[in-house]
């Protein structure tokens, strides 16, 4: 059972603006902090919107400078955070759809979105996944959105021993329930935490349903965003039950 306090960041994402939404970004992280959060999970590409049209020209590195003030800002509040941002591994590499994981220590980490969604591949190349987290015992196996339509991908976190799958996604109205549902799913079948950190506002075209959730180890609902907004959907472990709670993230 883990013990950690975790938390979707369901935050709407200026199309293209990485300054301003690295801005935003920091109020989430500054809100979690003061919520005792220890592991904040934003959605896909939450730095830059969902917008496969511009990822070329905004993938950066994952040590960036324009990057540093996140870091800064996890190692003084004490928590992890995982943002989502368009990589380039390599200056002449393909774009990956990356989960940047901005730990506590001061460290950095990768997940790349493995399995990518039909029409992605003329944006983006696939990716390579990433390593559980760790927090004491507990481990957080990381996945981004069409991840986790793939049942092996969630099969082979439960088998690598992870007790949280924590996914960020873009999920909009109309396939809500068969995602939520498949998540859900997960977390009955393979005794894990599951998070889903989803947009809070329109990205690429799409608008986003919000309503991001985290489910307990037998599938039941801890927590969940009613709909759209910046919101903060938080799972804290009191002794043996899990508590949920939902904050509402006003502006700076």
């Not at 003030?69 to 509040?77: E, F, M, Q, S």
């Not at 079948?189 to 075209?205: D, F, I, Q, T, W």
């Not at 039941?220 to 903060?232: F, H, R, V, Y």
Request: hydrophobic letters at 50%; glycine letters at 14%; proline letters at 4%.
């Amino acid at each position: 059972m883990p013990t950690l306090t975790i938390a979707a960041a369901q935050s709407i994402s200026v199309a293209g603006d990485l300054p301003g939404n690295i801005v935003r970004h920091l109020d989430f992280m500054a809100l979690a902090a003061e919520q005792g959060v220890q592991l904040l999970v934003f959605p896909e590409l939450s730095l830059t919107g969902y917008e496969p049209e511009l990822a070329a020209a905004l993938a950066v590195a994952p040590e960036a400078a324009v990057l540093q003030p996140l870091r800064d800002g996890a190692r003084k509040l004490g928590l992890t955070a995982v943002v989502g941002i368009p990589l380039r591994m390599a200056p002449e590499g393909r774009v990956l759809i990356g989960a940047l994981v901005l730990a506590a220590d001061g460290s950095l980490a990768v997940y790349s979105k493995q399995h990518l969604h039909p029409g992605e591949e003329q944006a983006f190349a696939s990716g390579s996944g990433g390593d559980n987290l760790k927090f004491g015992d507990d481990a957080v196996a990381l996945a981004v959105c069409a991840d986790f339509s793939q049942a092996s991908h969630a099969r082979a976190a439960a088998q690598s021993g992870a007790s949280v799958y924590a996914a960020g996604v873009l999920v909009g109205e109309s396939g809500y329930g068969v995602d939520s549902a498949l998540l859900q799913g997960y977390a009955r079948e393979h005794r894990m935490l599951v998070l889903m950190a989803n947009h809070g506002g329109p990205a690429g075209g799409w608008v986003s349903a919000g309503r991001s959730a985290i489910w307990g180890s037998h599938g039941e609902l801890i927590a969940a965003a009613s709909g759209a907004g910046d919101q903060l959907v938080i799972a804290r472990c009191t002794g043996q039950a899990w508590g949920g709670r939902v904050v509402e993230v006003v502006g700076s």
